[in-house]
């Protein structure tokens, strides 16, 4: 069984990403929203574009921590800003 945190920001996640990266170490990726293709049901304004849609600190053990800017039309709280993805051989 694998374990993966999942925490969401409000336009502060690089920030966070970053704080974390300098504690614990490790690799950071990150996609921005400007990286996903255009959707006309999904528009992205001006200044979302440069959030992170999915960023992730990855260690040589391979554990990781994914982190994400929330959707600008939807905020999160403290509180229900995270997630934990459990992966399991089989059901």
Do not use: Q
Not at 14 to 19: G, Q
Not at 40 to 62: A, Q, Y
Not at 65 to 84: H, M, R, T
């Amino acid at each position: 069984m694998k374990i993966t945190p999942y925490i969401f920001f409000n336009g502060n996640c690089e920030e966070a990403l970053k704080f974390y990266h300098s504690v614990l170490g490790g690799k950071i990726d990150i996609l921005r929203y400007a990286d996903m293709p255009a959707e006309v049901d999904f528009p992205i304004s001006g200044e979302w574009k440069e959030k992170v849609m999915h960023g992730s600190l990855t260690f040589d053990d391979g554990f990781a921590i994914y982190f994400s800017d929330s959707w600008e039309d939807a905020p999160v709280d403290k509180g229900n800003n995270s997630n934990i993805h459990v992966n399991v051989e089989s059901e």
